[in-house]
């Protein structure tokens, strides 16, 4: 209680001394003129966006055109619910942000080397947000939207201010699991919107596991027709995923898709006979089945089949090919698996074998021209994978996850942090706090090896999570993780984050965002418009 009383007076202390519509996630540098400056006040009816002089990026565009639209929307959807507004001829209105544009390309994709770097400019009278690239445009745009403030008397208003802003990680993830529960792809689009906000760039679609197989596959349909909870009406058609995957680049996001084998594919086993190792109970086969079999030859036939259409389908660079969490005990039970290991030399070893797929597995992603990303345990188990894999991070256990960065940027590989960021665990009280305090870098080793770690994702894993609770559970505490990602290291001010991601909360609502209340408190804009 007595901490809960200090954090309340902390917040309100600062309240009174922070600048107006402060920005989340913090930019890199923002200044302020002396004295606090001017404002320019915003016109619902004449403001509006419009490419600068010179830019590589005009009118066209379709990135651009489609963001200017929605912020637009956000910007003033108050004056469109309330239309009265006031106009105080003492003031500078400002009637256009011009957008510049340094370098030609809005039809791509973004990936991981893109640039978001951007600067925005409020002055008395004028408005100048200037990029390298689209994507570092539709950054700024976020930033303006956060900027913009409403007075007592219904003005729309910015301050004068400078911002210049780049993201510290190029990797700013959020996974969410589509296969404990199906999530309609409303939510999913709602999420991607919410990213933005958020300046998240890389949606992780883990679209698959054991429960079910939603994902519907052109080259063998019966995947999902046989594993989908309902074939249906829960299933992702071809449609659907491209509408996910051009949704999400208007907003500069990626979207990597994870297909986890050779565990946590049980799912797969009916619509894909023989792909599925069969269980014995002593000389007999029990009925059940376990991981992949990775010793028949139509495993390795089916597998580059299935990935030579993903590898279509989604146009990240990358795949997530997991390879967590493998059960040996099928395997184990098999004869025929049993006298494989034999054959090969593995001993009693089934990480062994375990390598020995997942290595095929790599050189078939490899022969599609894809990079892969791969959860710790292929690293652990060490497995033999190229230079260029990215390890994903996601244990707390057995040894620490910052031992375990350090072990792998040893080695030489890029790293991508999520062991403290797994938001489907839920404690009572302020938890986004223990995921604000993480610091990626924290741990032993050189400066080369910190350059190795590209980022993180927060983590949304769906056994408890489904369409009813997904936006409450996720925002704001997942904007803890975005600012640890896109910030500056040294922004750690507890009671300041405290009091911008409330703030932020508040604009969370008022976009219909339904994002949980940090603890004690109102907005002055309620949730659905009270």
């Known amino acids: 209680m007595a901490a809960g009383r200090a954090l309340l007076l902390a917040a309100a202390l600062l309240l009174l001394l922070q600048p107006a519509a402060a920005v989340w996630p913090r930019p890199q540098a923002q200044r ?49 619910a309330r239309p009265t507004e006031n106009e105080p001829p003492w003031e500078s209105p400002c009637t256009q942000l011009l957008v510049f544009v340094a370098t030609p ?12 770097n951007y600067k925005l400019s409020v002055s008395e009278g004028s408005l100048l947000l200037s990029a390298d690239a689209v994507w570092g445009a539709l950054r700024g745009l976020e930033t303006f ?22 993201p510290r990680f190029p990797h700013r993830g959020l996974l969410l699991d589509t296969s404990r529960h199906y999530l ?6 709602e999420t991607l919107d919410v990213m933005a906000y958020n300046k998240f760039n890389v949606f992780h679609w883990h679209i698959v596991d054991d429960p079910s197989f939603p994902y519907e596959s052109v080259t063998f349909p019966e995947l999902s027709k046989q594993g989908a909870f309902n074939a249906m009406t829960h299933v992702y058609t071809a449609s659907d995923v491209q509408t996910v995957i051009e949704y999400a680049r ?17 799912s797969w086993g009916p619509g894909a006979p023989g792909l599925l190792t069969p269980c014995y109970s002593g ?64 001993g009693e070893d089934y990480k062994k074998l375990e ?26 188990n060490g497995v033999k994978v190229r230079p260029d894999t990215i390890i994903h991070v996601w244990k707390e256990n057995s040894t620490p996850y910052m031992e375990e960065m350090a072990n792998v940027t040893k080695a030489g590989y890029r790293a991508l942090l999520s062991a403290p960021w797994y938001l489907n665990r839920i404690s009572y009280g302020q938890d986004w706090m223990a995921a604000y305090q993480v610091e990626p870098l924290k741990f032993e080793g050189s400066p080369e090896q910190k350059d190795r770690v590209i980022g993180g994702e927060a983590c949304m894993w769906g056994e408890y999570v489904d369409v009813t609770n997904l936006a409450p559970r ?9 600012e640890r990602l896109w910030s500056n290291a040294a922004v750690r001010d507890l009671q300041d984050a405290y009091v911008r991601l409330a703030d932020f909360r508040c604009k969370l609502l008022g976009r219909g965002v339904q994002a949980q209340p940090l603890y004690v408190g109102y907005c002055e804009n309620e949730f659905g418009g009270f």
């Open 250 to 266: 208007l907003r500069g996001i990626r979207v990597i898709a994870e297909f986890d084998t050779p565990g946590h594919t049980l």
């Open 474 to 482: 996720l925002w704001p505490r997942a904007g803890a993780v975005a």
């Open 283 to 346: 000389k007999d086969p029990s009925g059940t089945y376990g991981p992949i079999n990775p010793i028949l030859n139509s495993t390795y036939q089916f597998v580059t089949s299935l990935f030579q259409e993903v590898s279509t389908v989604f146009p990240d660079f990358f795949l997530h090919l997991g390879g967590d969490e493998v059960d040996f005990t099928c395997w184990k039970s098999n004869p025929k698996i049993r006298a494989f290991m034999k054959e090969m030399g593995f």
């Open 105 to 116: 390309g809005c039809d791509g994709f973004p990936n991981l080397d893109s640039k978001e």
């Open 145 to 166: 939207s956060q900027l913009v403030g409403r007075d007592e008397n219904g003005t729309y208003y910015i301050n004068e201010t400078e911002i210049m802003d780049f």
């Open 355 to 380: 390598s020995f797929y997942i290595q095929r597995l790599l050189d078939i992603i490899s022969s599609l021209g894809k990079g892969y990303i791969v959860w710790q345990e292929v690293f652990d």
């Open 184 to 189: 309609p792809l409303r939510a999913i689009l």
């Open 32 to 80: 302020f003129p002396p004295g606090g400056g001017g404002r320019c006040s915003l016109s619902p009816r004449r403001f509006h966006f419009a490419h600068a002089g010179g830019s590589a990026v005009g009118p066209g565009c379709a990135v651009l055109e489609a963001a200017f639209q929605r912020y637009r929307a956000l910007l003033f959807a108050a004056a469109a």
